[in-house]
């Protein structure tokens, strides 16, 4: 049972326009939402995260929202750049958990020049 | 920023033989560190949470006996597959509870098994 689904493979963007890579879960128990990005054979860059008693974070280029009723969220980066190409990983925690992580099958971002 | 080390980056090894791989947190301690496995183009999936002094908890499904955690000190977690087998070929990450409560993870190990 995927509890955390990306459902968007691959994103294309041209530079200077903004991406959104979206992310929904399942599990009422998480409390904790964080984004990763992830170039192969490497491991995750943590990027931005977010409480559940939040409804957005923003840093940076980077903002994250997050609609509980609809146990949703998504990522905004703008504007996107070149460097952004990677793959982008959602990831939840559950409560009281610091460290056990659910993860998204991630989304392949590109953004053309 | 805390640093996460992993080694080796890149292991192959024939079919039958064991492959230790080790995580370290540099500037940091770490009680608790986790181990995930990436299949090509697919989630990272939790394997087993290693606590320092401790025994190892292992995620459903995951072979404690294959894949054997050791957490001696606070900066160092092993992650041993025993009698390696081509199914077992995937890309092993670790990461470490650090400073802020915020997870750092190591570059991964890239294991082939012939």
């Known amino acids: 049972d995927q509890q955390v689904k990306q459902n968007s493979p691959s994103l294309s963007v041209q530079e200077g326009r903004i991406s959104i890579l979206n992310c929904d879960y399942t599990?009422?128990?998480?409390?904790?939402f964080l984004w990763y990005k992830k170039y192969p054979a490497e491991g995750p860059t943590f990027l931005i995260s977010i409480s559940s008693i939040k409804d957005k974070n923003e840093d940076g280029r980077f903002t994250v929202f997050l609609n509980k009723s609809a146990k949703h969220l998504s990522l905004h980066i703008v504007p996107s750049q070149p460097g952004d190409s990677a793959v982008y990983f959602c990831a939840a925690r559950f409560s009281g958990n610091t460290g056990k992580l659910i993860f998204g099958q991630g989304t392949t971002l590109q953004v053309k020049p | 920023g805390a640093v996460v080390s992993q080694h080796p980056s890149r292991v192959i090894c024939k079919s039958g033989t064991s492959v230790k791989i080790e995580c370290r947190s540099l500037?940091?301690?770490?009680?608790?560190m986790f181990w995930y496995r990436q299949f090509p183009k697919q989630s990272l999936m939790l394997m087993a949470t290693s606590n320092e002094g401790s025994k190892a908890t292992y995620e459903q499904g995951v072979e404690k006996d294959k894949f054997l955690i050791n957490h001696a000190s606070l900066t160092l977690s092993t992650l041993t597959v025993t009698s390696a087998h081509p199914e077992d070929s995937s890309f092993y990450i670790c990461?470490?509870?650090?400073?802020?409560?915020?997870?750092?993870f190591g570059s991964g190990t890239q294991l082939s098994v012939l």
């Open positions: 500037d940091f301690q770490a009680t608790t």
């Open positions: 599990n009422s128990m998480f409390d904790y």
């Open positions: 990461s470490a509870s650090g400073p802020g409560k915020k997870l750092f």
